[in-house]
């Protein structure tokens, strides 16, 4: 069977090679020059299989207008005459209930387990080392509420889900020395001693390396896609001047994969969150991290990676709603900076650029996986800030559902349709 993945984000990328695997032929294009180019490459390493809480909440939607009138504050909406994105809101006012939250927490933990295992797989049986530690996860909280909220939650998930510590502000400090924030300024926080990071840019370059060795498997870059329709049905796709034909097409065009449906003729209920991030390096040894860091009333997030090269801290956070464009817009950039210097004792000057990526989220944050209303076409996109820990997760499930095998997951969760 041949198959043809459109993208080679991270999500392309590990479709491809667990289809590849499963013995077909595979075909991969992208509009860019190389792999990991969209959302992909400089996002905040968290390999997250625990905290999968998606974005719509009773709780976001209570501190929605407050975190809107933050000055340079996490999240931006830019206000916009655009029937996709108030579609889509109107979904996300839908997911905001407790209990599509609470089935959406059940569905994601079900897939970052299955991706968990699934991205030790990839790593065992495609040999390629992308920098991946079970370097446990510390989230600090700096107000009461929302560190009252987080320990009741640890206190639920006691026996359920991984085992957690709630700590107080000098505990924090404790368990990560490399912090610079004042225990005055800390409520307490909630440590994950499971949970993992890696370097999603090494893994989708290695990855796709390994991939190009196959005889089976072809790459096209630098080609921007297009549907070829006939009797409404996806028989080939335009790829730069080449009509290519498969016997099925996977969508994984992150953000890109909304307009490719629409000129399917089917809406796709995906928006560009862009997030921000810079890679720094410590200062001094002191300065290193022993664990992923999230700063949760910031929202702001920092891994440890040790590169060859040496030690550097992944700094990442942000949510714009502002359509596609993917410039680094300082005064955004500023913001993460800012987060950097006010907790790490970090060299800003080592990463002076920045880096911004559209995250591809639906307004449930569940990814969606599974058939599309054309046929020949599956879907496999939408992971919003999760793309990196459910990728590996994700393509099992798709390959399953293509190749027709008995799903790791209930697949009902994470249907267009649901
Ligand atoms: C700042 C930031 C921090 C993040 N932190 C984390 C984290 O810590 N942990 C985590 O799990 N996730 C994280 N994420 C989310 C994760 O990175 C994304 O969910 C993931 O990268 C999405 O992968 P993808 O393959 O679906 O999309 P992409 O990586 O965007 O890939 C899509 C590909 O499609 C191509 N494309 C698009 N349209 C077309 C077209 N018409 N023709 C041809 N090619 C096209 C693009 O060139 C691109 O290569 C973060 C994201 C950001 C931005």
Redesign the pocket.
Same mark, same amino acid.
């Given at each position: 069977m041949h198959v043809c993945v459109?993208? &080679?984000?991270?999500?392309?990328l590990a479709t491809a090679w667990a289809l590849s695997e499963a013995g077909c032929e595979v075909t991969i294009?992208?509009?860019?020059s190389g792999p990991?180019?969209?959302?992909?490459a400089?996002?905040? &390493?968290?390999?997250?299989y625990n905290f999968v809480a998606p974005l719509a909440s009773p709780d976001t939607l209570l501190h929605l207008p407050a975190m809107l009138l933050e000055p340079n504050g996490p999240l931006r909406i830019k206000p916009r005459l655009d029937l996709d994105f108030l579609r889509w809101g109107v979904g996300f006012l839908r997911a905001s209930t407790g209990r599509m939250v609470r089935e959406t927490t059940a569905a994601q933990l079900a897939l970052a387990a299955l991706s968990q295992r699934e991205t030790m797989a990839v790593e065992r049986d495609a040999a390629i080392g992308f920098y991946r530690k079970v370097a446990g996860k510390l989230v600090v909280y700096r107000h009461p509420a929302t560190f009252a909220t987080a320990r009741r939650q640890a206190e639920a998930q006691r026996g359920i889900g991984a085992a957690q510590m709630v700590l107080d502000p000098a505990a924090c400090l404790a368990q990560e020395p490399g912090l610079r924030i004042r225990a005055a300024d800390l409520q307490g926080g909630v440590f994950t001693p499971s949970e993992e990071l890696g370097d999603?840019a090494a893994f989708c370059d290695r990855l796709a390396g390994r991939l190009r060795e196959r005889n089976s498997v072809t790459f096209i870059w630098d080609?921007?896609?297009?549907p070829v329709l006939r009797d409404g049905q996806l028989v080939a796709v335009q790829a730069g001047a080449r009509e290519i034909g498969a016997d099925h097409f996977v969508l994984?065009?992150?953000?890109?994969a909304r307009?490719?449906a629409k000129a399917c003729g089917f809406y796709l209920p995906i928006q560009a969150m862009?997030?921000?991030?810079i890679t720094v390096r410590p200062r001094n040894p002191a300065g290193e991290l022993r664990h992923s860091v999230t700063d949760a009333d910031r929202k702001i997030?920092f891994?440890p990676l040790a590169h060859e090269s040496g030690a550097v801290i992944r700094v990442?956070?942000?949510a714009d709603f502002v359509g596609e464009d993917r410039g680094v817009d300082p005064v955004r950039l500023e913001a993460i900076r800012k987060g950097a210097r006010e907790a790490l004792d970090v060299d800003l000057e080592s990463d002076p650029l920045g880096w911004a990526?559209?995250?591809?989220i639906t307004p449930d944050s569940r990814p969606i996986i599974g058939a599309s209303p054309v046929a020949g076409l599956f879907l496999n996109?939408g992971?919003?800030?999760?793309?990196?820990?459910?990728?590996c997760g994700s393509a099992r499930l798709a390959t399953e559902l293509l190749l027709g095998g008995t799903p790791s997951v209930e697949p009902g969760w994470f249907s267009l349709a649901r």
């Open positions: 459109l993208g &080679a984000g991270v999500v392309g294009i992208d509009g860019a990991g180019q969209g959302a992909s400089g996002n905040g &390493a968290q390999l997250s999603c080609a921007r896609v297009t994984s065009l992150g953000s890109g307009d490719f862009k997030g921000y991030s997030v891994a990442a956070g942000n990526g559209l995250r591809p996109t992971h919003g800030g999760l793309g990196w820990t459910l990728a």
